[in-house]
């Protein structure tokens, strides 16, 4: 009886104790007072950087770690960086910032929506806009500080279609192109359930598509028209992938009867045409004909090399810190320094066919898309 | 006075059984009571994104609104009874096929004369070291058809004939490539257990009469039992916990899993509601765990280690020892030559797909760095890539490190569990061990960050250190050494220690002499499987890693993030040969030859 009961005084007692300080989320937070980055005097910081220890970088794309190479070689700066996918980025970033670590200087990040929520309004990051960007990228692109946008497109293979197959976005939901529409699972893609928001917002639009293109109105089982085609998008037997590198091939590769569709695969994918002979091209027809993200830059609320931060931000934002990026298609820096890929369009062509989102609406909203895609993607 | 009565009566009950219980669930509570707390917390309450969809919320509030929904609301069906169910019918038959398949392996292997017996075992492990995914992509690679596009399937290539969508996808691919994953866990602790049983007690069940069948059903079958049950829940817990696969296997025909529905949370930043998807796959592991104790605690315990001679007598095949030795060498060369070559071509192809002489090259394992040769990644070949090889070096480290504190401890959790068996501490001790099997590995690392990156009281901040990995994956992989040291364990009789106690041997000086060379080929095959899954382990050390302490597994992303798949599989193949390298370096170095744990 004594064990037992001295057992469980002990066990309740450090349970209780760490469950109080290691709550998962939400508890409140360190009043964060947050680093002011001030770059007016350039030199200084550039000085003051040299003395600063080794920048540590959290980033979604793997391409950071030979990026910063050259800086490393130009200013003697050290780096070093690890690739987080967004959400393991996000958890990171504010696990450590929950607990006070302080270990990261800087991040690419995606999702602006939960970063905005989880990250810049609890002051675990910063936004920053170095001299570079004052100097060469317009101001609309500084809050927060856009690193490059990513868009997404609708594939065709062109041996079936020499020409654009599509004349309206509703077009996917016929009943011609069931079972031979493919998209990345929207429940392992935030910026999926980002951009379906922008469906949502935009509903009078796609609902006056429709009209425009069947010349009725359309009727709608869902309370708008962003998550009435998002259901008949799925009901039209949709087939779920898990790589948009593999939704590429599948739908490029020649020699197909029948070949599928890719719903918004990133358009990066379209640099391996010539080495893969893949038939693909994108519709380019219809509105819209798919979205944009972006990938940002920020700083950490509580640094430990603030000036070493500066130096490195401001380098991304240059050409040769783009230079790992520029080097294909389907990423877009918004410095006039910087021109798109040859093989590319000029972001501007893009930029007026594309849709993005909302921000504020994505992270009212997206809520809503993740529960709609799951009610009806059950077979 | 009131003291003297208090400490006398705790010497009284302080037996080495006792403290070890209390010492070890002191650090089990922390380490995964405290997480499983943190989690049920957090179903509770609105979280950062969610504060929209609650009017009049604000984050961190208290809400029974994650709950109501999962269980109740109009979305409850897809958010919850239909993946449950298609999991459930998942995790039963894969568990029930892995056992059958790992079982009869086992029993050819152990107790009968089949040739080439190491060989097979040997190979028998190997589809556990592959990544499940490997089965997967072969499969699909096989037995696609039209609907997912690209190039046919080889099965349609060569027979002409397309594959319906249900052998194709969906549920029945995805029993089956699981449970070809899987059933190494059957093998290796039926195996184990089969071993340890003395062949005498079939023997004298024969010479009393009993005919086959009776020996089998009688003394065979209640013998094995404990661990067959311990093989059902480790198997059926992965079922419930695998993404990599009903991912990608099902989503071409859209059927969903729990798995999927946590990630989805997760993704969609709505832990809460993803947490409550984990804790039901918790309640199901305890549920099974708790039928365990049902079934073998009515039971009297069985001893079959005596100390004496443990010669199991084998079964002669006869004439049909060649066939059936064949039979299942192609089986396993089927189920682990083809993935193998699967994940092989691709890295020896410069560019993918494409079939022809000229194509093939050892650019991705030896070549250059190069921008125009092949996939033109400006990477240098695996072999000559430092940062690949130092962050191999580093799973290494980490499978070893871990799977020798896992095997110890397996040991001293099976010893404590049986010793003080019957009594709710055991049980507890038991479950306990057990729990972080079916957490969700990124909840799981989450909530380690925020558990020692700072110090707290006298534990130390380990962030960003090497010993936080070997921490979370001791905790994370515990279960299989546990589960095997408790089946162990079982089958020793408290005689032997008993009367090492008589001749005045101290605690030490028992585990050391008596109870660890007898447990010996048990104790390794218990190291095994920790350290094949924490050389694999991706997404638990993702959140945990810093650039020096990068494993090899965490390093493949930075390909597959660009559709770099050569890279990406021939960093796995380089993860399979370590791991077979490793395993027989250390058969060797360690002198117990682990292939007589399980035949040979």
Same mark, same amino acid.
């Given at each position: ?379 | ?34 997480? %499983? ?110 609907? %997912? ?452």
């Amino acid at each position: 009886m004594l064990r037992k009961s001295m057992i469980f005084a002990t066990v309740f007692l450090l349970v209780f104790t760490t469950v109080l300080s290691a709550a998962g989320r939400t508890e409140p937070t360190v009043a964060p007072t947050k680093t002011i980055y001030d770059a007016s005097d350039w030199d200084a910081v550039m000085e003051a950087a040299k003395k600063e220890g080794k920048v540590t970088v959290y980033a979604v794309t793997s391409r950071i770690q030979a990026a910063v190479q050259k800086f490393t070689e130009e200013t003697g700066i050290q780096v070093e960086a690890t690739r987080l996918s967004e959400v393991e980025l996000i958890e990171r970033v504010y696990q450590e910032g929950r607990t006070g670590v302080n270990n990261v200087d800087l991040v690419l990040i995606e999702d602006y929506p939960s970063m905005k929520e989880l990250l810049i309004d609890t002051g675990y990051l910063v936004n920053f806009v170095p001299p570079e960007a004052i100097a060469h990228i317009p101001a609309q692109y500084h809050n927060p500080m856009v690193f490059a946008y990513v868009n997404r497109i609708i594939g065709y293979n062109t041996e079936k279609h020499p020409t654009d197959p599509f004349t309206s976005i509703w077009d996917l939901t016929l009943p011609e192109y069931k079972g031979r529409v493919m998209i990345r699972n929207l429940a392992i893609t935030g910026e999926h359930q980002n951009a379906f928001t922008e469906l949502i917002r935009r509903s009078d639009d796609l609902e006056a598509e429709y009209l425009r293109r069947f010349g009725k109105p359309l009727e709608k089982v869902e309370s708008n028209a962003g998550l009435e085609f998002l259901r008949r998008l799925i009901l039209n037997d949709i087939i779920i992938m898990t790589s948009d590198t593999r939704i590429a091939e599948a739908v490029g590769s020649r020699g197909q009867a029948d070949p599928p569709y890719g719903f918004f695969h990133v358009y990066s994918k379209f640099r391996d045409i010539p080495r893969l002979n893949l038939a693909l091209d994108f519709s380019k027809n219809i509105q819209p004909l798919g979205y944009y993200y972006g990938m940002y830059i920020q700083l950490a609320g509580k640094p430990r090399n603030p000036n070493a931060a500066m130096a490195l931000a401001n380098y991304l934002l240059t050409a040769d810190g783009f230079t790992q990026w520029s080097n294909d298609v389907g990423i877009y820096s918004m410095s006039s320094e910087i021109s798109h890929h040859p093989d590319d369009m000029p972001w501007q062509w893009w930029e007026e066919r594309l849709w993005t989102y909302d921000p504020e609406f994505a992270a009212a909203n997206r809520g809503f898309v993740l529960d709609t895609w799951l009610r009806y993607v059950q077979q | 006075m009131k003291q003297k009565m208090l400490l006398g009566k705790i010497r009284q009950n302080a037996t080495p059984q006792v403290i070890m219980a209390v010492v070890l669930a002191i650090i089990l509570c922390y380490l995964v009571l405290v997480p %499983i707390i943190v989690m049920i917390q957090q179903t509770f309450t609105v979280q950062a994104m969610e504060r929209f969809q609650i009017p009049g919320s604000r984050t961190g509030d208290f809400t029974t609104r994650h709950w109501a929904r999962m269980f109740t609301g109009d979305l409850a069906m897809a958010f919850l009874y239909r993946p449950l169910l298609n999991t459930l019918i998942v995790s039963i038959s894969l568990a029930l096929v892995s056992l059958l398949i790992g079982g009869t392996l086992a029993w050819l292997v152990v107790r009968t004369d089949m040739p080439n017996k190491k060989f097979i075992s040997n190979l028998a492990i190997v589809p556990y070291i592959m990544p499940s995914w490997a089965l997967a992509l072969a499969w699909i690679t096989l037995f696609k058809n039209r609907r %997912i596009g690209g190039s046919l399937g080889l099965f349609e290539y060569l027979t002409g004939i397309a594959p319906p969508n249900w052998i194709s996808y969906g549920m029945f691919p995805i029993i089956l490539t699981l449970a070809l994953h899987y059933f190494p866990f059957g093998f290796m602790l039926i195996g184990g257990a089969l071993r340890n049983i003395d062949s005498q007690l079939e023997e004298s069940a024969e010479l009393l009469g009993a005919s086959r069948w009776q020996v089998l059903k009688r003394v065979v079958i209640p013998l094995i039992l404990p661990v067959v049950f311990s093989t059902f829940l480790l198997t059926f817990s992965r079922g419930l916990g695998t993404f990599g696969t009903p991912a990608f296997l099902g989503g071409p025909v859209r059927f969903t899993m729990l798995s999927t529905l946590l990630h989805a949370n997760l993704v969609g930043q709505r832990p809460g509601m993803g947490y409550i998807v984990a804790l039901i796959m918790i309640l199901f592991g305890v549920l099974v765990l708790y039928m365990d104790h049902k079934v073998i605690g009515a039971r009297r315990s069985f001893v079959t280690i005596s100390g004496k001679s443990g010669m199991s007598g084998q079964v002669k095949l006869r004439k049909f020892g060649r066939p059936v030795s064949i039979i299942v060498i192609i089986f396993l060369l089927c189920v682990t030559v083809i993935p193998i070559s699967v994940l092989a071509i691709e890295t020896v192809m410069l560019i993918p797909g494409t079939y022809s002489l000229s194509n093939f090259s050892l650019h991705y394992w030896i070549g250059p760095v190069s921008h125009s040769i092949g996939l033109g990644t400006g990477e240098p070949g695996i072999l000559r890539n430092a940062e690949v090889l130092n962050a191999l070096f580093n799973s290494v480290r980490l499978g070893l490190i871990v799977s020798v504190i896992c095997g110890t401890l397996g040991m001293l959790i099976g010893y404590t569990v049986v010793r003080l068996r019957g009594t709710r501490f055991s049980r507890f001790l038991d479950q306990l061990s057990f729990l972080p099997y079916l957490m969700p590995s990124i909840a799981f690392g989450a909530i380690f960050l925020a558990l020692f990156a700072v110090q707290r009281g006298p534990i130390p901040s380990l962030y960003g250190s090497f010993t936080l990995l070997v921490i979370a994956c001791v905790v994370k992989y515990l279960p299989f050494s546990s589960r095997a040291g408790i089946g162990a364990m079982m089958q020793i009789g408290p005689e032997l220690e008993e009367a090492a106690v008589m001749v005045g041997a101290r605690w030490t000086k028992r585990m050391g002499k008596i109870i660890f060379p007898m447990q010996k080929s048990a104790f390794f095959s218990g190291l095994l499987l920790p350290f094949i899954s924490a050389m694999r382990e991706l997404s638990l050390v993702v959140l945990l890693v810093s650039p020096r302490t990068q494993t090899a597994t965490a390093i493949t992303m930075k390909f597959t993030d660009r559709g770099w798949y050569p890279y990406t599989n021939a960093i796995m193949l380089l993860i399979v040969i370590t791991i077979l390298a490793t395993t027989i370096v250390s058969r060797k170095l360690m002198k117990t030859d682990l292939a007589k744990g399980i035949g040979g």
